[in-house]
């Protein structure tokens, strides 16, 4: 269910255009996913193009626990490791299962959040940029984004706020017509708790309203798999464009620091650091006093708060320093690994074509020697061969999928 009232336009339908219709110099996209690649046509030519925008990438994002994998499992089928209470299962970039609706190849993919239980927020921004900026590198373009809220929560507290910023600064501007805010976990609330949630979620500038002004959506999600699809028809609708992030790092070439995300973050840490420090003065404060007035119980337990303090400002400025520093390691490992799975794709992809030519010319062979008259069994053989065919064109999840098996390899534990 939607929060407000809108309509949804309507899929085009591939076309098959002849470039015969076409003036001289006319540049087609013969993809939704096509990038930059373009076919530019001549009148002399005599080919027809088929228009392909089957294939529809949608990523999903939130706070650790908003419900991302289950979402992901309920929509898509998938068996998305999922977490308990606080502690996180997504660590890493997973991309589900593709799935078909209304005639479209959906996939999801399942970020972690930036409050994540085994790794820190440097860790997960890395990570997401590298998965992002391959994704473009390589001409792939999101058709929408996910922002999972609870509507349980009592209030949109420290982590949620923190979560919506990144997701904010990873999107920017320009692409919030193609985002979703989806509330969930209706079923914790009553109907009139949640909606008088909804409603102030979506009325003030501190929530959601500075999105959803700007084109973004506010939808229910009933815990359904109906209620999933609904709300993916929404998405399936939209144009693929570049999140911001995206085209800082691959376009603009700036380091990630120098990110809108990356700016965010090295804030947040500042301010964390510096919060460190005001901290570790009143403990040495303390501290001073507990030595004048020789209270050792005292000064025993101070000294194990300053160790704690200490070893959190030292993880913090770890984190602010790593940021920029391991990004273009990891990024190149990336692509190296990527080359890697590519070549191994390209090498499984020739020995799958061999072998299906094989059984198919197999079968074709029996078709040809059996007698018209044994319809049953002419049928059996017609069958195969059409499982066959079936069968050949399942992949293993596409681009997206050789991109979070990368991911793993770079950023797994």
Not at 57 to 82: D, P, Q, W
Not at 167 to 180: A, D, P, Y
Request: net charge negative; proline share 2%; with cysteine.
């Amino acid at each position: 269910m939607r929060y407000g009232q809108s309509s949804v336009a309507q899929r085009p339908d591939s076309k098959a255009i002849s470039i015969r219709d076409l003036p001289d110099n006319q540049e087609i996209e013969t993809s939704s996913w096509a990038g930059s690649t373009s076919a530019t046509a001549k009148a002399s030519m005599t080919i027809t193009l088929v228009v392909d925008d089957s294939d529809v990438t949608v990523a999903v994002m939130g706070a650790t626990g908003s419900g991302k994998t289950t979402f992901i499992n309920l929509a898509s089928g998938s068996n998305l490791r999922i977490g308990r209470g606080l502690q996180s299962c997504t660590s890493i970039v997973q991309v589900a299962q593709p799935f078909e609706l209304e005639g479209r190849s959906v996939t999801l993919i399942d970020t972690p959040g930036f409050d994540d239980t085994t790794k820190s927020d440097s860790d997960i921004l890395r990570m997401i940029a590298a998965f992002l900026a391959t994704a473009y590198e390589n001409g792939k373009k999101l058709a929408g984004v996910i922002y999972i809220h609870r509507i349980s929560d009592f209030r949109m507290g420290g982590i949620s706020t923190r979560n919506f910023k990144m997701f904010r600064q990873l999107c920017g501007e320009s692409t919030l017509k193609n985002v979703v805010i989806v509330t969930n976990m209706w079923g914790e609330v009553s109907p009139e708790l949640g909606e008088a949630r909804e409603a102030e979620l979506a009325s003030q500038d501190m929530f959601f309203k500075p999105v959803l002004d700007k084109g973004a959506l506010l939808l229910r999600h009933e815990n359904t798999r109906d209620s999933t699809h609904g709300i993916l028809k929404y998405i399936i609708q939209n144009h693929p464009l570049s999140l911001q992030i995206q085209r800082e790092l691959v376009d603009q070439k700036k380091d990630i620091s120098q990110t809108a995300a990356g700016e965010e973050l090295n804030r947040e840490l500042m301010e964390q650091i510096q919060k460190h420090r005001n901290e570790m003065r009143m403990l040495q404060e303390e501290m001073k006093e507990a030595i004048r007035t020789k209270d050792e119980e005292t000064k025993r337990e101070l000294e194990v708060e300053t160790r704690k303090l200490q070893t959190e400002m030292n993880r913090v400025q770890t984190d602010a320093q790593k940021l920029a520093s391991e990004y273009n390691e990891e990024k190149g490992r990336l692509e190296r690994r990527m080359q890697e799975l590519s070549e191994a794709a390209r090498q499984e992809s020739e020995r799958a074509t061999a072998e299906y030519n094989r059984q198919l010319s197999a079968l074709r062979e029996q078709l040809d020697r059996t007698s018209s008259d044994s319809a049953a069994e002419r049928s059996n053989l017609l069958r195969q061969m059409d499982e066959l065919r079936r069968r050949s064109h399942r992949g293993g999840g596409g681009f997206f999928a050789m991109v979070g098996r990368a991911i793993d390899g770079i950023f797994g534990i």
